[in-house]
């Protein structure tokens, strides 16, 4: 299968701000992709580079060096069918969540007769219809990171990037906003890249993880997730599944899994 993103030995330097600081390599030869309909979990340390790969695959910023494929044409800026998600949700606070979620398709002139139905199904799977005509001030953060993929979700997004989406949110409502995910997954069948600090969270959601290295960023492995779907928590009992997430935990902290378990 052709892969939606494919990222080709990209590297990326970001130049220094004032003559006193070091330029910083945040990427170094970064290969990856992201297949059609597939889940990727990104992780690695703080400051390794993921939400850098991130921004690039969103058009943000233009790697230093390689190539980044979109759906074998080579990407250029921004565009509609790739979406962000990020940690802070950035809503509008003077609209409701309605409005929030009906912004794209309201700013691109699309007929309300075409948006509307569809903002109201999103608006359900999201679990906010009780809640469409609040404003963002009264809303849990869960709810306003609901409302967040929800407004993605209703320009018809090919991929949807999430940057620690759920990394400010308390344990179980974290659990919940996995689940409401793996749904919205399954129902429009996206291609999701996702960034996490939690390899829990990471197994649980995605297909396939890359870890990268300590910055600059490398891919320092990648995991096929050998978890059958649909995946329930019962999985975070399982002794495959914890043995995995060791073996990552110690790839992370640099450390043999034997000498990390001692
Ligand atoms: N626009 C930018 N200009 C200058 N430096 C940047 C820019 N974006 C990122 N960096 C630097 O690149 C490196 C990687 O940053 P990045 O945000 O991608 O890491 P991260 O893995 O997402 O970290 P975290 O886990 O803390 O979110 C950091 O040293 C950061 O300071
Ligand atoms: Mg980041």
């Given amino acids: 299968m052709r892969s939606t993103i494919e990222l080709i030995n990209v590297s990326q330097e970001f130049a220094a701000q004032s003559s006193a600081q070091k330029s910083t390599v945040a990427l170094a030869s970064v290969n990856m992709h992201i297949d059609k ?13 993921k939400s850098t790969v991130l921004n690039i695959i969103a058009g943000f910023v233009r790697p230093t060096s390689g190539q980044v494929l979109f759906d ?10 790739r979406l962000v998600v990020f940690q802070t949700p950035a809503l509008f606070p ?56 929800a407004r993605a979700l209703v ?14 949110l308390d344990a179980q409502t974290r659990l919940e906003m996995q689940e409401m995910l793996l749904g919205i997954w399954e129902r429009y069948q996206a291609t999701i890249l996702f960034i996490t600090h939690d390899v829990e969270e990471a197994l649980f959601l995605s297909d396939r993880m890359y870890v990268l290295s300590a910055r600059p960023g490398r891919v320092q492995r990648e995991i096929k997730v ?27 902290h640099g450390k043999p899994d034997a000498e990390h378990a001692a």
């Fill in 37 to 49: 309909k597939e889940i990727v979990a990104l992780v690695g340390p703080s400051g390794c580079g």
């Fill in 72 to 81: 074998g044409s080579v990407l250029s800026g921004i565009g509609p069918e």
């Fill in 94 to 149: 003077w609209q409701t969540v309605r409005d929030n979620v009906t912004f794209g398709p309201r700013m691109r002139g699309v007929a309300i007769a075409e948006y509307q139905p569809l903002a109201e199904r999103i608006i359900a799977d999201v679990g906010l219809t009780d809640f469409q005509y609040h404003y963002p001030y009264q809303l849990s953060g869960g709810m306003r990171q609901r409302t967040q993929i």
């Fill in 155 to 168: 320009n018809k997004p090919e991929v949807l990037l999430l940057d620690e989406p759920f990394g400010a």
């Fill in 226 to 252: 050998p978890f059958e779907r649909p995946r329930r928590y019962s999985l975070f009992g399982d002794e495959a599944f914890a043995r995995l997430k060791a073996e990552i935990l110690a790839m992370l």
